[in-house]
C-alpha cells in the first residue's frame, strides 16, 4: 500500500489527479494546504503527494512555485518532482438555495474566479466572494452553512461527497479547461511509457547582471539543440529584484545535450534540476 498525500479535503481536483496516477493499493491522505503536502513527503510519511502546478485559463499556481523555490533554491532536498497528470477541470455551482437570487456568498479557491468569469458575470445578484484553501473545502462549507444562503463553485464529486445540489455545471469559461498536477517523491515513478518524451525541470538565478547574461543563460538550450518549452519567474527572496527562473526543457538529464546544455548554464548562474520526469499521456488528451 502506498500513501500519498493531496490538497484535501476529499473531493478537490488534485484527489481526482491523484485517482487517476495511482489507481490502486494507495492511501490518499488529505492535507489543509499544499505547503503540507511537501512536508509530509520530505519527512517521509508518505511515499508521495499531488500538488497543483498551472492551469490552462487562469496560469500558474503561485503558492506551488514559491514552496519550490523555498525548497530548491538553498538546499536540495531529497524529493523531487517525478511525475505530472492532467485533469479536465469542469466546475459546478453547488447550493442548498432555492434560486440563485438567494445565493449570497460564494465560495471557492482562489485559482477558481479566474476560470469562471463569464459566468460570475452574468450571476443575476450581488454577492460575497470568499476564498477557501481547496475546492472541496468550499463544499464543506457550504454544507455546514443551515442558512441556504450560500453557495461554492466546486467539483460534481463533491456534489456527491457533500450531497449539494448542482445548480449549474459545465461553469468554466473554457470547454478545454485543464489542470496540471506535480507528483513529488524520493523516489521514482515506474516508468510505463516510452512514446513520451522526458521532461526535466531546472530552477536557477543569475550569478550576475551584466548585460546578455540571461540571454546567454536561454541561449545555452539553443546551442545544445535543446527545447526550452516554458520559462516563468518569482522573486528570488534572496535580494531586491532579483528573479528565480523556472524553465523546463524536453530532454532526460541522462541525455547528453542536455548535460551539455546545463553545464553551460552553470557558467552564469546556480542551476537545481528540480525533476527529471516522463511526459504524461493526458497531456495530449486531458480526458481520457
Ligand atoms: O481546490 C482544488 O480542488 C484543487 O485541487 C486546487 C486547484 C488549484 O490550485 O489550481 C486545482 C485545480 C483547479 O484549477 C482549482 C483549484
Redesign the pocket.
Known sequence: MVKVAY?GPP?????Q?LAQQFKSDVESIPKES?SSCFEAVNNDEVEYAVV?FE?ST?GL?V??LDLLRDWFLDSEPLFRIVGEQF?A?HHCLLSNAGSLNDIETIY??P??WG?VGQFLKEFPRTYSRIDT??????AELVAEDKTNTSACI??QLCSLIYKLPVLNQNIEDNSK?T?R?LVLSKRALEDDNEKFPYITSVMFTLKNDDPGTLCGALDSFRQHGVNLTAISLRPSHIKQWQYVFFVEIIGSERDENVQQSLSSLRQDCNVVIVGSFRRCGRYYEPSE
Request: aromatic residues 10%; charged residues 5%.
Open positions: 490538497l473531493g478537490t481536483y488534485t484527489h489527479a499544499i497543483p492551469n487562469n499556481v503558492y506551488t485533469v477541470i471557492s479557491h485559482q477558481v476560470q484553501s481547496s475546492t472541496s473545502k468550499a466546486s467539483s479547461n489542470t498536477f
